[in-house]
């Protein structure tokens, strides 16, 4: 019998709509788009905040869920590579009990057809997590379930070490303030040098975030990064996949 929690019995509607957009993840290593990113959006394309600023506490567990299972319906329409992965943001406060809250993303994605191991889930931590033996047990469940899990946002707000060395998500997001204009920083370039190589020791894929330029791209990729996701190569695309563009020109050596 599927396992169910306090907040799957709350039918009520959200009294507002929304929609996903879709960003690309490419890895430069191998020339190709490695997952998206889904990312709310106002019906008719509106902003995040648009959305979010609607939210209350009392809702947060009906958006959670809705958000997922319309992520995953919407990718299982659109992609057509069945190794692509799809990266899906999770308020931690909205698990109640890990097992039972996925349930209905894993409905969604046998309705969809959508391949549940290419599930990643990811959270930022921008303030102080209030039971973050809650959030160790949500990531150590979706690890278990076969999910990818990243940590968003790293190296902003409370996205630190320790919360990395605590939680060991399969993958880090470098928070996009860091890597910034890095090609005209040399405090930047040591510091995300000094994460690959940690990245690399824990096992820990690396993805840079935000980048915006060819200069940003070249430091971060001899810095031995190889997942990018940011405007330089495709901005979101509003319930459909955005062409991605600059794959081609990239031939450097990653660092070892």
Not at 1 to 6: L, N, P, S
Not at 137 to 151: E, H, P, Q, S, V
Request: aromatic letters at 8%; a negative charge; proline letters at 5%.
């Amino acid at each position: 019998m599927a396992m169910a929690c306090k907040g799957c019995g709350d039918g009520t509607e959200l009294p507002f709509k929304f929609k996903m957009a879709f960003q690309p993840i490419v890895d430069v290593a191998e020339h190709r788009v490695w997952g998206y990113e889904a990312l709310v959006r106002g019906p008719e394309g509106e902003s995040a905040h648009s959305v979010l600023s609607q939210l209350t506490d009392e809702q947060l567990y009906r958006f959670d869920q809705d958000a997922r299972v319309m992520a995953i319906e919407t990718a299982g329409q659109l992609f057509d590579d069945p190794h692509t992965r799809l990266s899906i943001n999770f308020m931690p406060n909205a698990v109640y009990e890990p097992r039972a809250c996925i349930q209905k993303s894993l409905q969604a994605a046998s309705r969809a057809r959508f391949p549940a191991s290419n599930l990643m889930f990811e959270f930022t931590e921008n303030e102080r997590m209030s039971d973050p033996k809650h959030v160790e047990n949500i990531i150590r469940t979706y690890k278990a379930l076969g999910f990818w899990t990243a940590l968003d946002d790293f190296g902003a707000g409370y996205a630190g070490l320790s919360l990395l060395a605590r939680l060991q998500p399969n993958l880090i997001k470098i928070d996009m303030e860091l890597l910034r204009d890095i090609h005209l920083s040399q405090p930047k370039q040591v510091i995300v040098s000094a994460l690959a190589g940690i990245a690399r020791e824990l096992d820990i894929t690396l993805l840079a975030e935000g980048v915006e330029s060819e200069a940003e791209l070249t430091t971060l990729r001899a810095a031995g990064i190889r997942l990018f996701q940011g405007y330089y190569f495709a901005k979101p695309g509003f319930m459909s996949l955005p062409a991605v563009r600059g794959l081609e020109k990239i031939d450097l050596p990653l660092a070892v």
